[in-house]
């Protein structure tokens, strides 16, 4: 009587498997065949003076070095902010908060505001920062929009890294006498501190790849400008290069190219996030 369910269990077990492998190798395909198309098309056209000079429209040429440096600048700008805000919430949430109830519902607002599309915070970004608050259209005022978007992700990633900390580190640095502000400072944010790297490595991978809030706030200006001259003025980074050269001018060899630097950026942020963290963990464990 067993033998032909065990027979079904197996044949629904076999199809279930290759199922999940049509679907893991659909799914890796597809990824490889982005990134092999975007590099084929882009690496090509990457030169010394496309990376080093800045657009010259009575010599006819083409740099993006403003837009390298428009991105370094907003990168920096907005991690100067969003670290602090969102390290500090979660620390206050996992450490501070007793309202169970209103840190419910600051988490519930968190995660809809990480599902909320770029282009609304672009929207809200250019009514409220560049219009009320007088900041016009700048890289400051797209720096102060992505630290909104990024905001979820350093709070959850360090909420996180803080909840894996051993309730019994706390308590043992209590005993000893040690007060709250001590015992988050030397033991809790120590042990959580590849937590904190890792969502910080990860923001900037989603600060290099935004374009939507950026088009609305940053504006598309190709200046040559120093750090804070830069930061007060209209300015395009890579991203929004990208569309104004694949869109407006149709130089999709320079738009190809962007999009190499980019993925390459991106591949390397990732592999660091992932090295990082694995580091820092084991340094933890010894």
């Known amino acids: 009587m067993m033998k032909p369910f065990s027979k079904k269990r197996k044949l629904h077990n076999l199809l279930m498997k290759l199922l999940m492998w049509c679907s893991a190798g659909v799914t890796g395909a597809l990824t490889l065949f982005l990134i092999a198309y975007v590099l084929l098309r882009g690496i090509p056209n990457i030169s010394w003076e496309l990376l080093s000079t800045k657009p010259s429209y009575l010599a006819n040429t083409i740099g993006i070095l403003p837009d390298i440096l428009n991105t370094v600048y907003i990168v920096i700008a907005t991690l100067v902010f969003v670290l602090p805000l969102g390290v500090g919430a979660a620390i206050y949430l996992t450490e501070y908060a007793r309202n169970k109830r209103l840190v419910a519902v600051i988490e519930y607002t968190s995660e809809t505001l990480s599902g909320i599309p770029s282009i609304i915070y672009g929207l809200v970004g250019m009514l ?159």
């Open 128 to 286: 409220f920062f560049c219009q009320f608050l007088g900041l016009k259209t700048s890289l400051f005022a797209g720096a102060l929009t992505l630290v909104i978007m990024n905001l979820p992700t350093i709070m959850r990633t360090t909420q996180e890294s803080l909840k894996a900390v051993p309730q019994s580190y706390r308590e043992g640095a209590f005993a000893l006498g040690a007060g709250k502000w001590r015992v988050i400072r030397t033991v809790v944010l120590p042990g959580s501190i590849d937590g904190i790297i890792t969502g910080c490595i990860l923001s900037v991978g989603r600060i290099l790849g935004e374009s939507a809030a950026l088009l609305f706030t940053a504006g598309f200006a190709h200046a040559l400008n120093g750090f804070f001259k830069g930061l007060g003025s209209s300015g395009a980074t890579l991203t929004v290069a990208l569309y104004v050269y694949a869109k407006e001018q149709g130089e999709f060899e320079v738009a190809f190219a962007i999009a190499a630097i980019l993925m390459i950026l991106t591949l390397l942020i990732n592999l660091m996030a992932a090295f990082t963290g694995k580091r820092l963990k084991q340094r933890r464990d010894k």
